[in-house]
């Protein structure tokens, strides 16, 4: 299942970025602009599975918020801070938070870190897959591109966000439950006969054969997968 990230970040630049990266690995991504908001996605919201934590906020410290944290959840928290200053880093860490980095950071180094945390909470995760090239198939998630033999294709939003799901576990058996939960929401659960319809549409677009797939693999009773390239 997606796991759910609650970022908590005024930059709205440095917020569409983040967004758009951590979508692209995979992650639901709730954002808050102030600690108001955050408080009301906390109290009402789907509860996250980690917090990445801005300090300076419109309405007041994000270290309130990390006390407020501490008191009633166990989730990871990742302070992202413009502040270096090393009495604030050990601080925030002596506070209750896992990690602090501070501004500017690579994607990279905080998506590591990220499946460092969660690690650490018991929650075993690995970088996704985010571009998947054989059989003349070329998916390039960041770029939101898929093509076919040079050729650009069209896909519809679910029917991307389904090859998306199956490209960040390439060679994996993701099941139908997952693939329904991620893609169309955790109450689609048992709604297979939305996977069925999907999958032919993809393999009627992506297969030379749709009737003898070679990408996207049937595992029976279980759920599909995209072929490992080689």
Known sequence: MSLNVLLVEDDRELRTTL???????????????????????????????LVLLDLGLPDGEGETLLASL?????????????????????RLLDAGADDYLVKPFSVSELLA?????????????QAAVTRFEHLGL??????????????????????????ARLVRSAGQVVT??????????PE???????????????????????A????????PGVGYRLAEAR
Request: charged share 25%; hydrophobic share 45%; no cysteine.
């Open 212 to 219: 003898d797939p070679q990408l996207l693999l049937t595992e």
């Open 19 to 49: 967004r758009d990266a951590l979508r692209v690995e995979g992650y639901a991504l709730q954002t808050a602009a102030s600690l108001a908001e955050a408080e009301a996605l906390l109290a009402h919201a789907q509860p996250p599975d």
């Open 113 to 125: 870190r990220m499946r460092v945390a969660l690690r650490h909470r018991g929650v075993h995760t």
């Open 70 to 90: 501490r008191q009633r959840k166990s989730v990871p928290v990742l302070v992202i801070s413009a502040r270096e200053q090393d009495g604030s880093k050990v």
């Open 138 to 163: 070329l998916v390039d998630l960041a770029a939101h591109r898929v093509a076919l033999n040079g050729q650009a294709l069209h896909l519809t939003p679910t029917e991307f966000n389904l090859l």
């Open 188 to 210: 689609f659960t048992e709604h297979t006969h939305y996977l069925r319809l999907y999958m032919g549409q993809l393999r009627a677009k992506l297969e030379a054969d749709p």
């Open 176 to 185: 139908h439950r997952t693939l329904l939960a991620d893609v169309w929401g």
